[in-house]
């Protein structure tokens, strides 16, 4: 069997690659959030709003009736790389059991160590993107600020301030205490959105742990243990971002939070070298480069539970 695995791949090619590495963790990969995928550059992110529709009684003339603005908020990925080594010898045998077992059993495995490799890496990228998506902190140092950030940094939304003690610490949340809790942030929902499609309330896995034994305590367990229902709240959609921070909650529409890629366009990259030839190990070096990041609109709509 051939031991070199180098391959280079850009653009389209690369995109094969780089699409499941960003976007297949479970925020983006279930379509939480709106997703552009080809930002070479940035983007602005439009948004119109108009009066009520203003009815006229009928007739023959074309007449305005209400206004309507349009405004934009820009989305500018940062661009980021991924430079890992990996040796051949740690994943040759695993890979040469599940290149056996899928020719007796028939099924679709990678059909070369190349592709094994590189599968590798995309579940690690898919996991870290997942964790920046909400949690980045900046748009530097190989991060990219995360939608956490950029909700506690806009004014204009609703803020609900996690519960305190007498001496101003943080009550930490627990099945005891999410019901009330996530009641608080249904309260502060926009009438505008409440009720929208796509609206849900994003919660980290410590408060979907919370919640389902809350549930239990009240006797859905049935419903809950067994997958019979989706995660709900009076009727709202909870939404599961294992990115999130533990104890912080977004109620928003998906139509409101933004991730930006390049990776549909030329600028995306992949590469696998084979060391062998260079220095004679039995290295393999994974580089991608790709860009991300985050934004929002129309922030009164949206609600920050901090």
Known sequence: ????????????????????????????????????????????????????????????????????????????????????????????????SLEMRGRMLGQELPTSLLDFFIEKNVSLISAQVETLLWT?????????????????????????????????????????????????????????????????IYIPTSIQKFYIAAQAALGYQN??????TGLNFEGIPLKVAPGMSDDKMVAARAADLHFGTNVMTDMAEVRALDM??????????????FSAGTQNTNGADIVLFS
């Open 1 to 96: 069997m051939a031991d070199s695995i180098t391959g280079n791949f850009a653009g389209e090619k690369a995109a094969g690659y780089i699409y499941p590495a960003l976007l297949s963790g479970k925020t983006l990969g279930e379509g939480n959030v709106t997703i552009h995928e080809n930002v070479a550059y940035k983007l602005n992110v439009r948004n119109i709003e108009g009066t009520a529709a203003n009815f006229q009684a009928a007739g023959c003339d074309f007449n305005d009736s209400g206004d309507v603005t349009i405004s934009d908020v820009v989305l500018t990925p940062v661009d980021l790389m991924i430079n890992r080594t990996l040796c051949k010898q740690d994943f040759r045998s695993q890979w040469e």
């Open 136 to 200: 980045g902190a900046n748009d530097a140092t190989g991060n990219f600020t995360g939608l956490e950030t950029r909700l506690a940094a806009d004014g204009t939304v609703v803020d609900v301030a996690i519960p305190t003690d007498g001496g101003g610490v943080d009550i930490p949340l627990s099945a005891s205490t999410i019901i009330a809790q996530l009641g608080r942030v249904r309260d502060a929902i926009s009438n505008a959105v409440y009720g929208k499609e796509d609206l849900a």
């Open 223 to 228: 419903l809950y243990h067994d997958g019979v």
């Open 276 to 289: 062998a030839e260079l220095d004679g190990s039995d290295n393999v070096r994974f580089i991608a480069r």
